[in-house]
């Protein structure tokens, strides 16, 4: 009777798994070597040396939250996983040869080449300077390593943004090489969450109390900024010129602006209340209320009404560029008749409605948002078309024509034209 075969132990398969990533580690080091060689260098290199530049290795991208920052432990999972991924994903130009290889094995192997040399220098061997001679054509060539940094931080600033929400919390991404804390000769790629609350507080206007909560945005690699504002911008008596204000938005606020923009991420709004604050164009309306301008990617998109509550501003409430209440949407109402309630009903007093590449192509709808001031929306779509979470399916536009009294031939034949 055949003897049963013992399961390998834990040992058995760590030693398994060690040796194959030897294994690939220097097929992979050989090919890189070759390659930015242009020819077969690998071989003249002894191997007490590669196994030497296998012990002083960079280590795959490893991710953990930052000391004293708390980060769920399914979200620090998936994050781990799809961060992964997209190391593997994401290529690089390698050599002038047009050979792409991934970030993960750029950022272990390829920077690992790097040792090489100063492993040769330190013990003489056929063939020397050649070797070296023929390395140094890839060590020189800084772009490879640029182009790698690059494309993390571009990686990493996503993760950030995609996770972050002015309602709830921030988070941005650092990277750093270190040494091995074991006092072992190989250095750590390493990604560090971190990840901040923004402070809330009750603010009383008109007499009644609400919560609103401190504006800013987490930078990759470099923190939060909280966002201030100059009092002289203001141009408002009785302030001090000095001191910087820092900006708040009121809970309902911030429901109201998610609904408005609703047709790109929210990560992607939010952040450009964050870019619209840093260098505000500040105007009134008709009543007389201070208006910041939003702006995405410099095209206009609404405003932000704003009240200076002590010595802190306070965003109330957020009007899309058709809104009533808006320069724009005033004049778009006293142009075509339109009211509040006729934009609502006519869904043109949301972002989603101008997702559409056919935005802008009809004459007649064309002329009457031009003639309000409203033409940037018609821009806005090619800019964030990448973006949009969902495209609109129906033009409301044709409709909003009739409604407002041109006939429906004449619609026809501007759409067909």
């Known amino acids: 009777m055949a003897k049963r075969k013992k399961k390998p132990s834990g040992h058995q398969l760590q030693a398994i798994a060690k040796a194959h990533y030897k294994n690939e580690f220097m097929r992979k080091l050989k090919y890189l070597i070759n390659t930015s060689c242009g020819e077969d260098i690998y071989s003249l290199i002894p191997t007490r040396i590669l196994d030497k530049v296998y012990l002083v290795r960079n280590h795959s991208v490893q991710i953990a939250a930052a000391e004293g920052h708390i ?6 999972t998936d994050l781990k996983v799809i961060l992964a991924e997209q190391l593997k994903r994401t290529t690089i130009d390698f050599s002038p040869n047009g050979i792409k290889i991934s970030l993960t094995d750029f950022m272990t192997v390829g920077i690992s080449l790097h040792y090489i040399i100063p492993l040769l220098e330190e013990e003489g061997i056929p063939n020397m300077n050649k070797v070296a001679s023929a390395l140094l054509k890839y060590c020189l060539n800084e772009e490879p390593k640029t182009n790698s940094m690059v494309c993390l931080y571009r990686i990493l600033e996503s993760f950030g943004y995609g996770m972050s929400n002015i309602g709830t919390r921030f988070y941005w991404l650092d990277f750093d090489v270190t040494d091995n804390e074991e006092d072992k000769p190989v250095f750590n790629n390493r990604v560090k969450i971190y990840t901040e609350v923004p402070k809330t507080i009750n603010v009383k206007i008109d007499g009644i109390s609400r919560p609103a909560l401190r504006v800013g945005w987490a930078n990759c690699m470099q923190g939060m900024t909280w966002l201030t504002v100059m009092p002289s911008l203001l141009n408002i008596s009785g302030l001090p010129d000095d001191q910087p204000m820092e900006v708040y938005i009121q809970s309902h606020a911030l429901r109201r602006f998610s609904e408005r923009t609703e047709g790109i991420y929210d990560f992607m709004a939010q952040h450009y209340i964050y870019q619209s604050f840093l260098n505000p164009k500040i105007c009134y309306d008709r009543n007389h209320n201070l208006l910041i301008e939003y702006r995405i990617l410099d095209s206009k ?74 033409q940037s929306l018609f821009e806005l779509y090619a800019r964030v078309a990448d973006i949009c979470t969902n495209h609109s399916n129906q033009i409301p536009f044709a409709r909003m024509l009739d409604y407002i009294g041109i006939s429906e031939a004449s619609i026809e034949e501007t759409i067909t034209a």
């Open 71 to 76: 980060i769920p432990a399914k979200e620090m």
């Open 301 to 374: 998109a609404g405003y932000f009404r704003f009240d200076v509550v002590g010595n802190i501003i306070v965003i109330r409430t957020f009007l899309f560029l058709t809104s009533s209440g808006t320069p724009e949407g005033d004049l778009l109402g006293k142009n075509t008749g339109l009211k509040m309630l006729d934009k609502n009903y006519l869904s043109i007093d949301k972002l989603s409605s101008f997702m559409s590449s056919d935005i802008g192509k009809n004459e007649q709808i064309n002329k009457v948002f031009t003639e309000a001031g409203c």
